[in-house]
């Protein structure tokens, strides 16, 4: 039996803004820690003005 779990995380648009762009260096930072870690990435949101959501997920075999 498979089971799923996820987790959500969340940057502030605050901390992203570099200028007129974006800190790439940070999300990378965060998706890579993640992989090593046996998580994929799901889903991805932007949030209007207020941050970027992404959220995580992974499998773990039951039984």
Known sequence: MKEYNYR???????????GTGVDKAKL??????????GWRLRETALCGE??????????????
Do not use: W
Request: with cysteine; proline share 3%.
């Open 8 to 18: 959500v995380e969340f940057f502030p648009i605050g901390e992203l803004r570099v």
């Open 28 to 37: 990378e930072e965060t998706l890579n820690a993640y992989a090593a870690n």
């Open 50 to 63: 207020l941050g970027f959501i992404c959220v995580f997920e992974k499998k773990e075999e039951k039984g």
